[in-house]
């Protein structure tokens, strides 16, 4: 299902990686170490100010929910706020299951994981973070979660990344060392670790590499580091002190990735890609991480209602004017509609393809098209298909590839156009190609009903 690398608006692209399957690849040039800071309650500007002003701070956590968030006072508004006021970058923070000893919230299960995931990215786009803009969320899984049911937990922890990926953001874990260590070993595919360990008491001048518990997991400008905790600040009350050598996320409505164009000799465009836009209610666009191009795809149940409830829509930009030929993926693990309509927007013409979805398991054509130099040319997949929704027939939104006409190479349904079945296809780019540097590749809290300072809930560590 996805273009796993995201394109980054960046000046400097070096050197090419081979990136995993749910691992969204950034250029290093974007990634700095910084000095940041967290806190349950939010910070005023005023508060943030001080310090960046006085402690050199230049980022913050945010806790935008989960059944366990101790958080107050995080609003979209209140984060514009504060970058308006210093200029900061952002972690938001979802706080999900954990122990029952932490929260009364306890189910550590795949599906849990997967739900809350749904959930973090629909809060993320509430609070004007984008998908498939290469911004990042962590998850917050406490080092006693982890140690009172290690096997629970990694279960759960991979739900979560599944859906969050799935939903076109960075997945980040934030625990004890130990808690980490185990996920990256299981397999996980965690974009980045931050990892709560207080041998300090202040802001130092230390950096993630100074961590040493992670041994060489996770030190390749995607690690960081809460150093020390409730630190009495004057002027900004009780904050912790961190570390990061990570993406973060710019100010909401902001962007670490865009739309790339493509070159004359096409590309593919998945659904986690900066030029796909899914719409309409997020419940109901569903992510998931065992079918499709690159083995993840949405769907959503179709209906026969006049006007479309979600969609999907792949933008177009083109470097070079010609007639080029348009492939949908289609998995059949998912796909069910029989009379999807493609509405393709191209050089100003408009018209519609019909496909039956069922038809192909993998590319099949939508067809040749003449498109212009430029933007503002898309392909617009709408759910009211025409098909009830008491049929609860799956509409599948996945991997669009552009070729030249002369090349194009469609698939006839038996791989004969020398792609890969498992959606791998060499011969062409995508959209993120070839990116300078390495895996944008994450945090404790609270328990809810522990007793908490003026400012924050006290934590230790993680554990």
């Known amino acids: 299902m996805r273009l796993t690398i995201f394109l980054l608006v960046l000046a400097v692209v070096a050197a090419c990686t081979d990136p995993d399957p749910h691992t969204n690849v950034v250029s290093q040039a974007a990634i700095s170490v910084q000095r940041g800071t967290d806190t349950a309650s939010v910070l005023t500007p005023s508060e943030a100010m001080v310090l960046a002003n006085s402690y050199g701070v230049t980022w913050t956590g945010v806790y935008i929910g989960g059944a366990c968030n101790a958080g107050s006072g995080w609003t979209k508004a209140a984060v514009t706020a504060i970058a308006n006021a210093t200029g900061w970058t952002f972690m938001p923070i979802w706080v999900g299951s954990e122990a029952s000893s932490i929260c009364s919230q306890d189910t550590l299960t795949y599906a849990r994981g997967m739900s809350d995931g749904v959930s973090t990215a629909s809060t993320m786009a509430s609070f004007g973070w984008g998908p498939n803009l290469s911004i990042p969320v962590a998850l917050d899984v406490e080092g006693g979660t982890y140690d009172a049911d290690p096997t629970s937990t ?17 997945g980040y874990i934030y625990s004890s060392s130990t808690g980490i260590v185990h996920f990256a070993n299981a397999g996980l595919a965690i974009d980045g670790a931050w990892v709560a360990d207080w041998p300090y008491t202040t802001f130092e001048s230390v950096t993630p590499s100074d961590l040493t518990t992670l041994g060489t997991l996770f030190n390749n400008h995607n690690r960081a580091w809460q150093y020390c905790g409730d630190v009495a600040i004057s002027g900004a009350g009780d904050v912790d002190c961190d570390t990061s050598d990570l993406l973060l996320a710019p100010a909401p409505d902001g962007a670490n990735a865009t739309c790339a ?76 509609s029989k009379q999807a309509a493609y509405a393709v927007t191209a050089a100003g013409s408009a018209s519609t393809v019909v496909i039956d979805q069922t038809a192909v398991d993998g590319w099949q054509s939508l067809g040749d098209f003449a498109f212009a130099a430029g933007g503002a040319q898309e392909i617009h997949l709408g759910d009211n298909t025409g098909e009830a929704g008491s049929g609860n027939v799956q509409l599948v939104f996945d991997a669009l590839r552009v070729t030249p006409s ?38 404790a809290a609270i328990p809810m009903l522990l007793a908490r300072r003026r400012r924050r809930r006290s934590r230790r560590g993680g554990s």
């Open 261 to 336: 164009t493509l070159p004359a000799a096409g590309g593919i465009i998945d659904q986690t890609d900066p030029c796909f836009d899914g719409g309409g209610p997020t419940g109901f666009m569903r992510p998931v991480t065992d079918a499709g191009y690159n083995d993840d795809l949405i769907w959503t149940h179709t209906t026969n209602a006049a006007a479309e409830a979600n969609y999907g829509q792949w933008n177009l930009t083109f470097a070079q004017a010609g007639t080029y030929h348009v492939d949908v993926y289609t998995a059949a693990a998912y796909a069910q």
């Open 406 to 443: 002369n090349a194009s190479g469609s698939d006839d349904g038996d791989g004969s156009d020398g792609s890969d079945r498992d959606g791998s296809d060499s011969s062409l780019p995508t959209h993120g190609g070839c990116a300078a540097g390495g895996d944008a590749s994450l945090f």
């Open 154 to 170: 990694t279960t759960y922890v991979q739900g979560w990344l599944d859906a969050v990926h799935a939903a076109g953001y960075l």
